[in-house]
């Protein structure tokens, strides 16, 4: 058995830690080199502190989060904001065989269906798309949604339950039309160039890489259904410059704030040749 001395251990240590950074550093220099694959100006809307940041103050450096979104097949006042747990319509049996899922004999018995709901979620290429056709057609749930509350509340003034309804839903809408994240993810593929040609336009869709999953579930009319589910990012967060920290700092350590409060910045975000984010510019909104 070879004994390394204290120096020797120090030294293979050292190298290791060299190594690794030259690898981290060459990484992202490959991903920012030449013309970026997309380019957002984002705001507070989309990419915000962590809920901890008042932990952040001591912390030289700050990250935020992608705040991404789901279209589901209908609006349910509670099943949360960004609906990532819901199953989304383009994500069904077709899309899934596509991705690599075994999925055709999936609903055909019981086996099938535990071998697949027990399967892990697979890496895929996701397309984002910034304040397009699935912000609007969730806006337009929303305030339809919201409608329809005020309207009970109306026909039915001395029942609390239909009142305290409406106030939920018009506080919904306001926070859709100015707090709410207006990036979606809309399709997924093996390809990235393929999809970039689907989605040409760079200042509106991203490509990234990200996981899905797929399930068998029962439907609301007792069908078993081979479902899709997006699982996350898999670089959900980016790290700010330190040069731009001064925007952030008067943020950190606030309590969330109120559903009618606009966005304090704007960040312009590039993807690189691997996919990649990181930020570009970063300014204060004026209010």
Known sequence: MIEWSREKTWIAGLTILVLTNVTALGGVAYNRSGEPDGTLVLTERE????YSRGLSRENSGISLV???RLLPTEYHEHEGRNYRGAAVEWLKETKLDELGFEVKWAVSTPESWSRLNRGVSRDSWLVLEY????YQAMRERVRTFSETAQQLAGRNPEKEEFEERAARAKKQWIREQQRASRLFVIDAGLDPVMLRTQYPDTARYIIAV???RAVVNKTDDGEWEVQGYIQGLAVDTVNVPFAWRSVFEPLLGERSR???DSPHYRVTLAYGRGYEPWVVSVGEIEH
């Open 47 to 50: 990419l915000r502190l962590p």
């Open 131 to 134: 304040d397009g056709p699935a």
């Open 210 to 212: 990200g996981q899905v």
């Open 66 to 68: 992608i705040e991404w």
């Open 258 to 260: 109120s559903h009618e």
